[in-house]
């Protein structure tokens, strides 16, 4: 550690620190547009120019004669870094001018505005007026970018940030600087578009409002957008995201910078791959088949009857839980060895937790079974070097895992503590003999193929727990609508066993409810449900997901140790 | 602590004024109001306005229906920035933004555009918060005062309706003197100092 004096308070940093980094452990922010934690140094946008000296053992200051680049300028024992005189300030208010200069000014219709690096800095740093005369340079939008990247050229800050990320982090290189001077732009070559699967990311790095997201693009002003701390379910590797919805419609995924899981950036697939949970072919309403439904059932028609038309205020679930928890206990008291509960890797842990220990607590018999694992090719591996090939494994940056689901690891360990074993459906289908199954989907998309239909048959009681149709949901005896990755609260455990907690950002569409709620109620608990909780209780009875106890992941998540060697309780 | 005497020494409180025997008998008080009644009754000077035959002169701050206006070249000057949504305070404002049609020549200067522009007249409080925070002068209040609907939803006003407020009302020689039609009004700190024009509405790249 290295002692560091920034505007006379004096900090520890690491001596591997830059100027920026070590201010920021003051509590000091020094602004800068190209500097960025996972990129390489260019110190071309000046705005972090301050004041850096050098206190000698005497206690005087020897300070350098020009103002450096806080980015470029590493720490040692002893720098001085000041960022409040009068030269610095005077420095920020013409760094910010120039890089105004022929900034067209245009925030009322661009989609930055509200999270945008030169608003905040020339409200913090900046000045009011501009001293230019002349007429702004301006220059077209390129809207051949990328298929989901639109520049405005007029915007850009020229940080670069853009074109080092396609150089270092993707490794496709498809984005540089053409021209110079006060000509310089960015662009791609003809033809070449920036459309690789990390491409997304340049967008969240523009700190102006030069590239913006198509997707997105005049969708929403930022500002009435609502955050939720989440975790992709796109693939094992478990990318912290903001999901950004406003009025239970979620806009964006924008990644959170995770060092434990994944870094600044989140890949494309990941990112735009949400949009299923708007499907209109979600399922909303449960409901009971004609074999299953007896008087509870005409119990709810008399209800719907009683009022007119189709305004029915009753709650649908009453009837449908009670008959799906009647139904359950006399299955299991009928033949528990025939009872299979499929649970998929989509559930969150606690998920798992109430469904298992609500099965296991009825009869210990009861079959549990992890449900099919989406792999789709082999992780992808970036950066990617000049021919598109795999990088060395210890210059991996970022990684798309071919594992596309976000939580095998602790539905796993669920069922491992519980069954002691690890099934999966499709090992099980052919010798399965089950009389009642219980399917939980949730998957991002259809999941039920043709052999596990088959294999499912029309067996005595067919419970689905989905959010899609499927062959499955049109037969079953009970249907219970449930909620996707946006709609859930708990815990999910990355590849690398990681376990970080999702927050529910939206509410289920119709009179869809999300899993947890839906197993609370099933298996009689009490209350609310409420992740933590339950998350607490998991910890306690789980031996391998002890670290759970704590309740409060923080952001970042904790480690489980040794998932995998868990030994097996019988 | 120091702020704290200040505040004392700035307050300064009111005394309730002590009724003397003549005012707590309240007989002045009505013989002056019925005076004033009498004096009125019998001036000979007539107040009543016979509206709807003559109509009031409105004053012209007055606020009334909303008007989108239109740029010269006849599109709607709105570049959805959605900036009298936010301020809005009864929620009533309601913007669907949608890119410009880059296609057509009648649009190339503009990115953004309105596709829906959509005020509920019936929720509004006809404050002039969206006049006041629309940074190209787009939205105004006007001073038709007389605005009535057979139903609510006829009272709900889409972006032709409160285009046609415009057309309406442009040439009436009443125009709302709040905003300053595209001119920076006097509040501004750079009006007096802004050699050139002021900055032209949407992107300012073609003007």
């Known amino acids: 550690m290295a002692k560091v004096i920034v505007n006379d308070v004096e900090v520890e940093a690491d001596p591997k620190d830059n100027c920026i980094l070590a201010a920021r452990k003051a509590g000091v922010e020094i602004p800068h547009y190209c500097w960025h934690e996972s990129l390489s140094v260019v110190a071309s946008c000046r705005m972090c120019l301050v004041e850096v000296g050098e206190k000698k053992p005497d206690g005087t200051i020897a300070w350098g004669p020009k103002l450096v680049p806080g980015c470029q300028t590493p720490i040692k024992e002893g720098t001085v870094i000041r960022t409040d005189s009068a030269k610095v300030k005077t420095t920020q208010q ?86 110079r001077g006060s000509h310089e732009e960015i662009d791609v070559f003809p033809d070449v578009p920036c459309d690789n699967k990390l491409a997304g990311n340049v967008v969240d790095l523009c700190p102006v409002g030069a590239l913006c997201s198509k997707d997105f693009l005049y969708k929403k002003r930022v500002w009435w957008l609502k955050h939720a701390e989440s975790v992709c379910t796109g693939c094992s590797t478990g990318c ?32 735009f791959g ?84 609500f099965l296991k607590g009825l009869d210990k018999r009861v079959r549990l079974v992890l449900g099919p694992v989406p792999m789709v090719g082999s992780d992808d591996k970036y950066p990617k070097g000049p021919k598109g090939e795999s990088p060395a494994e210890d210059k991996v940056r970022f990684t798309i895992r071919a594992e596309k689901c976000p939580n095998r690891l602790g539905v796993e360990a669920v069922l491992r503590h519980f069954e002691g074993q690890i099934t999966g459906l499709e090992q099980m289908m052919a010798g399965a003999n089950a009389t009642s199954w219980f399917l939980v989907g949730g998957n991002s998309e259809g999941w039920v193929t043709e052999s596990i239909d088959r294999a499912v048959g029309q067996p005595g009681l067919l419970i689905v727990q989905d959010i899609f149709p499927s062959p499955l949901s049109e037969r079953a005896d009970i249907l219970l609508p449930s909620g996707s990755f946006a709609e859930r609260e708990g815990t999910y455990v990355n590849h690398s066993g990681l ?72 | ?55 009031p002169v409105i004053p012209a701050n007055y606020r009334g229906v909303h008007r989108l206006n239109r740029d010269e070249a006849g599109r709607v000057k709105c570049v959805a920035c959605y900036m009298c949504q936010t301020a809005c305070p009864a929620n009533c404002i309601e913007i669907i933004a949608a890119p410009a049609p880059k296609d057509d020549p009648h649009w190339k200067d503009r990115d953004k555009f309105p596709e829906t522009f959509t005020i509920d007249e019936l929720r509004c409080i006809y404050c002039g918060m969206c006049e006041e925070a629309c940074p190209v002068d787009a939205i105004e209040l006007t001073s038709v005062y007389d605005l009535t609907g057979m139903s609510r939803q006829e009272m709900i006003f889409d972006k032709e309706k409160l285009l046609s407020v415009f057309d309406e009302t442009v040439n009436s020689g009443r125009d709302p003197i709040r905003t300053n039609r595209g001119a920076l009004g006097p509040a501004s700190e750079e009006a007096s100092t802004a050699k050139q024009g002021p900055p032209p509405p949407g992107r300012g790249r073609h003007g």
Request: charged share 25%; net charge neutral; proline share 4%.
């Open chain 1, 94 to 179: 013409m760094t910010l001018e120039l890089l105004l200069l022929n900034h067209p000014l245009d925030c009322s219709i661009c989609d930055q505005a509200g999270e945008c690096y030169l608003q905040d800095y020339t409200y913090k740093y900046g000045k009011a007026q501009s001293r230019l005369d002349e007429p702004k340079l301006q220059r077209m939008d390129k809207y051949h970018i990328g298929e989901q990247i639109a520049l405005f050229t007029d915007r850009c800050v020229m940080c670069t940030r853009c074109v080092r990320f396609t150089r270092e982090i993707s490794g496709t290189a498809e984005l540089q600087v053409v021209a």
């Open chain 1, 240 to 271: 912290s995201i903001h999901i950004d919805q406003n009025e239970d419609k979620v806009y964006r995924l924008r990644p959170r910078e995770n060092p434990l899981a994944q870094g600044h950036f989140m890949c494309d697939e990941g990112r």
């Open chain 1, 274 to 357: 949400f949009k299923y949970i708007h499907d209109e072919r979600r399922l909303t309403r449960p409901k009971l088949s004609d074999a299953v439904s007896g008087a509870a059932n005409r119990k709810s028609h008399a209800t719907t009857t009683a009022g007119s038309g189709d305004l029915s205020f009753a709650d649908p679930w009453t009837d449908v839980l009670e008959v799906a928890r009647r139904k359950i206990k006399d299955a299991v008291k009928s033949d528990a060895r025939g009872f299979v509960a499929v649970l998929s890797p989509f559930m969150t842990v606690e998920e798992a937790y109430l469904l298992a220990s």
């Open chain 1, 499 to 570: 376990a970080q907690a999702v927050q529910a950002a939206v509410r289920c569409p119709g009179d869809a409810r999300a899993d947890g709620r839906i197993l609370l109620e099933l298996a009689e608990r009490k209350g609310l449900f409420n992740a933590m909780a339950i998350r607490k209780e998991v910890g306690n009875a789980i031996p391998s997901l002890v670290a759970l106890t704590e309740g409060d992941l923080g952001e970042h998540g904790v480690k489980i140790g040794g998932v995998a060697r868990e030994p097996i309780h019988s």
């Open chain 2, 1 to 55: 602590m120091s702020t704290e005497t200040k505040k004392v020494k700035t307050v300064k409180w009111g005394e309730e004024p002590k009724l003397g025997w003549k005012e707590a008998m309240y007989l002045p008080a009505i013989a002056s109001g019925l005076m004033t009644a009498l004096k009125h009754a019998f001036s000979g000077k007539t107040t009543t306005r016979q509206y709807p035959d003559v109509e």
